[in-house]
């Protein structure tokens, strides 16, 4: 069956840096487009960035750039996120998903598939 299996959360301190995985299997990972999202309690899950099949298109949220950075792997059905510079803002579950028909996945109603889950805390 469809699985994305988020790891990489922690508690750290505001400055440090968190590199988020997220494995998938179940489905061909190389031609869905695949995004991070993120969700505060009480808040609406925002997007934070997506990068395209084969990687020739990355955009991060105006709220993260120059600090975020994503990546796939295809040979290892893989998606990364990399965080430098954290802030207590960035607290959040953080929630990756795999989109098929849209070339960048920003937007949840694109959404196929999601994963369940990891939780970032920064403190300050």
């Known amino acids: 069956q469809v699985q994305l299996v988020e790891s990489g959360g922690g508690v750290v301190e505001h400055g440090d840096s968190l590199t988020l995985s997220c494995a998938a299997s179940?489905?061909?990972?190389?031609?869905?487009?695949m995004g991070w999202f993120r969700q505060v309690p009480g808040k609406q899950r925002e997007f934070v960035a997506t990068?395209?099949?084969?990687?020739?298109?990355?955009i991060v949220a105006d709220s993260v750039k120059g600090r975020f950075t994503v990546s796939r792997d295809n040979t290892k059905d893989e998606l990364y996120l990399q965080m430098n510079s954290l802030t207590p803002d960035d607290t959040a579950v953080y929630y990756c998903?795999?989109?098929?028909?849209?070339?960048?996945?920003?937007?949840?109603?694109?959404?196929?598939?999601w994963g369940q889950g990891t939780q970032v805390t920064v403190s300050s």
């Open positions: 179940g489905f061909a990972f190389h031609v869905y487009s």
């Open positions: 990068i395209s099949r084969n990687g020739s298109t990355k």
């Open positions: 998903a795999a989109a098929l028909h849209v070339w960048t996945t920003k937007v949840e109603s694109d959404v196929d598939y």
